[in-house]
Structures are given as C-alpha cells and as structure tokens.
C-alpha cells in the first residue's frame, strides 16, 4: 500500500496526474453507473480535482464526454478542488467554474481553512458545498472548546447556502457539536472505514446511507 502523500507529488512533476484523474473521473462515474443498473438509487459521488486537471485545455469537455458516455445525472457528480487550485488563477477558476454549473455538476472546496481564499471570491465563486478541513475536527474537545474558527466557517457556509461538511468526524462528541452548529454533512472513520465498491454497495442496500449522512 502506497500513501497519495508519496505518489501524488510525483505524478504532478512527472504530468501524469492529468490522465490519472481522467482515469479516476470516470472509473467513478461508471461506478455510480454500475450502482444505478443493479437498482440502488443514485448517490452523489464526489472526485478530486488537481490544479494540472482542472486547468487544463481539454478538461470541460472530458467532463461532458465522460458524462455522456457513462449516463450519469451531472447532478450526482461533485467536483472537489482545493483553494490553493482555486485561487491560482481566480479569475480562470471563476470561468470555469461556472462553466461546470452550466453542465450541471456540483462543486465543492476541499479542505477548506488551510489554504488562502479571498471572501470576495468565495462569494463570486458557483460552489455547491464547503468541506471543512479535519485539522479543525481534530480542534472539538470533549466539552466543545477549541472551536471557535470551527463555528465561524460554518457560520461563513450556511450564510452562502452552501452545504458544510465536515472532515475526520472520528468521536460522537466532534459529531454532536457539529450538528449543534448546525453542520449537517460529514465523513470519517465514525461512520465507515474506506470501503471496496462492492461493499459499499451492500452498505446502500443495508438502508445504512441515511443513517450514515445524518
């Protein structure tokens, strides 16, 4: 097993990281397709994208054809990118972004808190959620201190209409407070390790998926 820490920044020097999340892009949306044809309701299926990916020429129309190509609603796909890909070139981002939205697919920041983001742009940009990075997670004590930045991105969120969710939930204590703010989305080892899509499957016929977002 190989951590993304060690292969990520050689496939961004070495360019392949641009056809690895191609690959990535629609491995996923055959996989939400796949789920759909065995009759388990669609589910939303989120990928990351790399600064290389997102800026490159033919990305917009990879996203169509690989759309196309698999069925899948554009409702169902969410594209994360991080605020430092974002804020590399805000103006391109902003275009591009919009573009996306006019496909229909969502978009959301990820690790949101860790990097620079103006709050102008946050506004300009057609985002659909903010995933709070796990840093500030790890922040929740048993009593609830610590979070004072934690409660203000979630403020910041919900008065954008975005959906806030929530990273590295691991405690029943980090998820009650979250959920006393007001933060209605998360994801971490409390609700399920990583798991093969097979299983994953059996976890969504279970009836586990509403418990699970919840």
Known sequence: MISPVQFVPIAEESGL???????????????S????DAGIPPVRIAVNVSAAEFMAKDFLSGVRA?????????????????????????????????ALKAIG????????????????????????????????INEISAAGEGATILSAMIDIGLSLKHRV????????????????????EGQGYLFCHPIIAD??????????????VH
Not at 18 to 30: E, F, K, S
Not at 33 to 36: H, I, L, S
Not at 68 to 93: C, F, K, Q, W, Y
Request: glycine share 6%.
């Open 17 to 31: 990281i641009v056809p690895i999340g191609q690959w990535v892009l629609l491995q996923a949306c055959r996989q």
């Open 33 to 36: 397709r796949a789920w759909m």
């Open 105 to 136: 697919v969502q978009l959301a920041v990820d690790d949101f808190g860790i990097g620079y983001s103006s709050f102008s742009y946050l506004q300009r940009f057609p985002l659909d959620a903010l995933k709070i990075d796990r840093t500030f």
């Open 199 to 212: 299983k994953f499957a059996e976890f969504l016929k279970c009836g586990v998926r509403e418990s699970a």
């Open 66 to 98: 690989t759309l196309i190509s698999t069925g899948v609603d554009p409702h169902n796909l969410e594209l994360e990118l991080t605020e430092t890909v974002l804020m590399r070139d805000a103006e391109a981002a902003v275009r591009i972004l919009h």
């Open 165 to 184: 969710i929530a990273e590295g939930v691991e405690t029943v204590e980090q998820l009650n407070f979250l959920k006393k703010k007001g933060c209605s």
